[in-house]
């Protein structure tokens, strides 16, 4: 099977620091994968590149086997790719409902019907068929991350890259948060960018473990937890204890 995404050689420094070097990661259609790594490892400055936000120095990204490296990020998202929690923006003073119809149209045009129709499954799916009235504003800080999740489904995306979609949620939206990614997984391939280990064990097919700029290990999560190199990297920071 040819990996749905795919860097080759991936590279991007600042003033001499090398944020990423070098990086080969190839990603499998229907996985959930679990990108980790120390503060300062390089996830945010890697999936920028994946997304189109940041340019690479050197290095491809390939998604369905197409090079995508010099697309711009709208672009990337018209082929499949969403990235929660940067490119769909929430506007606070629409419903939830509005919201996610925004998301929807750009995927189903006018059509009302379907837009409707994908509203209230999106809403559904992340727990939120209740709140749809609601101003995004006056949401709980866990449901609007919810809903950055819906308006990312709305889009039918084939690859779906979650950014630290747990911080700042309580144990039971957590608990609904895996329920959900449990739910989409087969559906589409899943990046999981998440510092709380016990998610990660949890949901992750397998993690790839980014060091200072590098690919430091990759693995199953039984191997990663075992792994020397990942535990001495993670040695006495907050991580190791999750
Ligand atoms: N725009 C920038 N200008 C200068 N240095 C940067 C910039 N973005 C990132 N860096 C540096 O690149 C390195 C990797 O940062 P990055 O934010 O990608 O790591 P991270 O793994 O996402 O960290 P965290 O878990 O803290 O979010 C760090 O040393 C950081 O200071």
């Not at 950055?148 to 779906?160: K, Y």
């Not at 990046?191 to 993690?207: F, G, K, P, S």
């Amino acid at each position: 099977m040819s990996p749905i995404l795919e860097t080759r050689g991936l590279s991007r420094s600042f003033h001499g620091l090398r944020a990423v070097h070098d990086v080969d990661f190839a990603l499998e259609a229907g996985e959930i994968r679990a990108l980790i790594g120390p503060n300062g490892a390089g996830k945010t400055t890697f999936v920028s590149m994946l997304i189109g936000r940041l340019a690479a120095d050197a290095g491809q990204v390939i998604f369905e086997g197409r090079d995508i490296t010099a697309l711009p990020d709208h672009r990337r998202v018209a082929l499949g790719m969403a990235y929660t929690f940067q490119i769909t923006s929430v506007f606070s003073r629409l419903t939830a409902a509005e919201n996610v119809a925004l998301a929807a149209r750009r995927r189903l045009g006018g059509d009302r019907a379907a837009v409707a129709r994908e509203v209230a499954t999106a809403l559904e799916r992340t727990g939120l068929a209740g709140q749809g009235e609601v101003a995004a504003e006056d949401l709980s800080y866990g449901h609007q991350r919810l809903l950055e999740i819906a308006m990312g489904l709305a889009q039918h995306p084939r690859l779906l890259i979650l950014d630290e979609p747990t911080q700042g949620l309580a144990e039971t939206e957590i608990a609904a948060f895996k329920a959900l990614v449990r739910d989409l997984a087969g559906q589409t391939t899943i990046l999981l960018i998440e510092h709380n280990m016990a998610v990660v064990m949890e949901l992750a097919h397998r993690i790839t473990v980014l060091n200072f700029g590098e690919v430091l290990a990759e693995g199953t999560p039984a191997a990663i937890r075992a792994d020397r190199a990942v535990q001495e990297a993670y040695l006495g920071t907050e991580a190791a204890h999750g």
